[in-house]
Nanobody, 118 residues
C-alpha cells in the first residue's frame, strides 16, 4: 500500500529551525510531484510547497517563500522540508502526500507536530 511517514517535528522558539522528513513507500519517486501540507489548529489544511520527483523544480506558498526549502532523495524515497526563521503561525501538523491523493483526501500519514512558541 501507499504510505507516508512524517518525522522531525518538535517545539522551537520563534526564529528557530527544524528539518522534517517524509518517508514514502508503495510508490517510486519518478515522474510526479510530491507536496508538503500543514494543518494549523482551527484552520483548514493548506499546501506548503511542491517538488518534482524527476527534477528539482519547486513551488512554495507565499507565506513560506525564502524561509522553507524542499529537497528529496529519490534513491531513498525520502523528501525533506527545511524550515528556517520559524514563526508562531507556522505551528501545525505537517504532512506529505501526492497532490492527486491529497485532493482525494486519501493516504494521509500521521503527520508530525511543529510548535513555534516562546
Amino acid at each position: 500500500q501507499v504510505q507516508f511517514v512524517e518525522s522531525g517535528g518538535g517545539l522551537v522558539q520563534p526564529g528557530g529551525s527544524l528539518r522534517l522528513s517524509c518517508a514514502a513507500s508503495g510508490i517510486i519517486f519518478n515522474g510526479y510531484v510530491m507536496g508538503w501540507y500543514r494543518h494549523p489548529p482551527g484552520k483548514a489544511r493548506e499546501l506548503v510547497g511542491l517538488i518534482q520527483t524527476d527534477g528539482d523544480s519547486t513551488y512554495y506558498t507565499d507565506s513560506v517563500k525564502g524561509r522553507f526549502t524542499i529537497s528529496k532523495d529519490n534513491a531513498k524515497n525520502m523528501m525533506y522540508l527545511q524550515m528556517n526563521s520559524l514563526k508562531p503561525e507556522d505551528s501545525a501538523v505537517y504532512y506529505c502526500n501526492v497532490p492527486q491523493y491529497a485532493a482525494q483526501n486519501t493516504y494521509w500519514g500521521q503527520g508530525t507536530q511543529v510548535t513555534v512558541s516562546s
